[in-house]
């Protein structure tokens, strides 16, 4: 797939996702709708939602030649036929994060906080797709989008608590979480 890649998540009536229920983690929720359609055309024509967010794919900012490498050969794409679940996470930080610089955003993420590795602690089940918000603008710095097995379904939630004890996430000021089933209409 191309890279950067513009993907819209669009909320309402129509979709193969399911939205199965949307939670406040920090800060202001987002409106109930029943489907989430993903939208990869360009340019991405407006349609009807409830709410509609959009990000861009890019490269890496963090992860080290020997992360890259080890997530390469342990993660699997999205698309599996067995994946049916889903979770949409967007989230965004502090002005206390952006003011960091970037050796210090890596020192907090990796060395004390150690999201790449927890993370890679749960591939291939989960496999996910980082899209980065904040430059174009939008209501959250990032769209994590992230699917897996029903039967992982209990190793997705270990790992997002480990994920929001750490120190990167005193500078997450919002976040939902929004889990979905595919359809197969
Ligand atoms: C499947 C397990 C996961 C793996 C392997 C993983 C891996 C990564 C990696 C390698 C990066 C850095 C990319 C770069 O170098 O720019 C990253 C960034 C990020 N991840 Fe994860 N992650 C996982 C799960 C999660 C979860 C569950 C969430 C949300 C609850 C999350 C939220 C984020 C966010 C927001 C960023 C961007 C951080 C920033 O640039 O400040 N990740 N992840």
Redesign the pocket.
Known sequence: VASPLMVSFCAGAIGPWWIDRIDPVFGESLPLAAKLSIRTDTPIAPVASVWNLSGVTSN????TRS?VDA?VRK?EGLGRTQAICAAL?P?R?SEA?WALAQDE?RAI?EERSR??GI??D??PA?S?R?HHSREIGEPF??L?W?EYAPEHAGDFEE??DR??ATEEWKYVDR?VDIRLLRTFD
């Open positions: 890496t900012r963090y992860a992360e997530l993660q996470i989230i930080k994060w955003r993420m999201h790449i993370g890679m749960y591939l989960i996910r980082l710095d990032f994590t992230f790992m997002v994920l929001r976040e």
